[in-house]
């Protein structure tokens, strides 16, 4: 995978206030996603496979209405994750994940794609780990799932609503940082304001790979290229699988970075 690895001992930190100040700019990457409706309708069309939709943090299912609805005018089944607010792993909410994803991949006889924004890609990958035989993919957007979980500049909004302490999680992000089983794609932005860019890289490994995008955290699910991106990852085949390549006027739009594997858990961020 091209790009440049990250070292582990460049502890990642959360995003300054700037970056926090152009998560404005969510409504203005709707309206360029609308805009660019006609280049979208040029895309491969989808072969009608499932996709499980996650939320992110303290966010409904209507949050992800556009995302649902440009996967459904690809041609692909988008389904709600229909647990009302993402207040966090509480007890019962992984379980009922599992369920759903269950329930959806009997209903259709295929496997289905999972897809998460935030907080809601580490249900995505969890569930992989859980029911590989049953998830074709999964797509995270913006999703913090390596480094220390106080990283970003919702932590303390996790901890309100999930009643969990980060400080306490040591184990927890151990395992949130092993990726599932199956082809596993990180879209995240460089420009984020809520989420380090850093925590949300893969490993290398032959089914991982990370796709940057110029993107706001608010609107990485509206945002046109995170969407081009997470298009073309539906449209391939769960035997064919390759990395996103950079390839023609992509280079211009899209980045990828890699990362060497973790020897050691990561230490707190720098204050």
Same mark, same amino acid.
């Given at each position: 995978m091209p790009?440049?690895?990250?070292? /582990?001992? /460049?502890q990642p930190k959360a995003p300054n206030a700037l970056l926090m100040l152009l998560e404005g700019r969510a409504p203005w990457e709707l309206a360029a996603t609308l805009a660019a409706t006609p280049l979208f309708n040029r895309l491969p069309p989808g072969d009608g496979h499932p996709v499980l939709?996650?939320?992110? +943090?303290?966010a409904p299912d209507v949050t992800t209405l556009p995302l649902r609805t440009f996967l459904r005018a690809r041609g692909y089944e988008p389904y709600e994750w229909e647990q009302g607010f993402n207040l966090g792993p509480r007890e019962g909410v992984l379980e009922r994940c599992r369920e759903r994803a269950s329930t959806i991949y009997q209903k259709h006889g295929e496997p289905v794609s999972l897809v998460g924004w935030s907080l809601g890609g580490v249900y995505a990958r969890e569930i992989a780990k859980e029911l590989p035989q049953q998830t074709r993919c999964v797509v995270t957007l913006g999703t913090p799932f390596s480094g220390h979980p106080r990283a970003n500049n919702a932590w303390r909004l996790y901890e309100m609503v999930s009643g969990h302490r980060l400080d306490e999680a040591d184990a927890l992000i151990d395992q949130v940082r092993k990726p599932p089983p199956v082809p596993t794609t990180s879209i995240y932005s460089r420009t984020d304001g809520v989420v380090s860019w850093r925590c949300s890289l893969n490993e /290398?490994?032959? +089914?991982?790979?990370?796709i940057g995008v110029h993107a706001s955290? +608010?609107?990485l699910g509206m945002n046109p290229l995170a969407l081009y991106a997470l298009a073309d990852r539906l449209a391939q085949k769960p035997d064919e699988w390759k990395p996103f390549h950079l390839e023609g006027r992509r280079k211009w739009f899209f980045k990828t970075m890699s990362r060497a594997p973790v020897s050691a858990p990561l230490g707190k961020p720098a204050a």
């Amino acid at each position: 995978m091209p790009g440049h690895p990250v070292r /582990d001992a /460049d502890q990642p930190k959360a995003p300054n206030a700037l970056l926090m100040l152009l998560e404005g700019r969510a409504p203005w990457e709707l309206a360029a996603t609308l805009a660019a409706t006609p280049l979208f309708n040029r895309l491969p069309p989808g072969d009608g496979h499932p996709v499980l939709v996650f939320p992110g +943090l303290s966010a409904p299912d209507v949050t992800t209405l556009p995302l649902r609805t440009f996967l459904r005018a690809r041609g692909y089944e988008p389904y709600e994750w229909e647990q009302g607010f993402n207040l966090g792993p509480r007890e019962g909410v992984l379980e009922r994940c599992r369920e759903r994803a269950s329930t959806i991949y009997q209903k259709h006889g295929e496997p289905v794609s999972l897809v998460g924004w935030s907080l809601g890609g580490v249900y995505a990958r969890e569930i992989a780990k859980e029911l590989p035989q049953q998830t074709r993919c999964v797509v995270t957007l913006g999703t913090p799932f390596s480094g220390h979980p106080r990283a970003n500049n919702a932590w303390r909004l996790y901890e309100m609503v999930s009643g969990h302490r980060l400080d306490e999680a040591d184990a927890l992000i151990d395992q949130v940082r092993k990726p599932p089983p199956v082809p596993t794609t990180s879209i995240y932005s460089r420009t984020d304001g809520v989420v380090s860019w850093r925590c949300s890289l893969n490993e /290398d490994s032959p +089914l991982t790979e990370n796709i940057g995008v110029h993107a706001s955290h +608010l609107g990485l699910g509206m945002n046109p290229l995170a969407l081009y991106a997470l298009a073309d990852r539906l449209a391939q085949k769960p035997d064919e699988w390759k990395p996103f390549h950079l390839e023609g006027r992509r280079k211009w739009f899209f980045k990828t970075m890699s990362r060497a594997p973790v020897s050691a858990p990561l230490g707190k961020p720098a204050a």
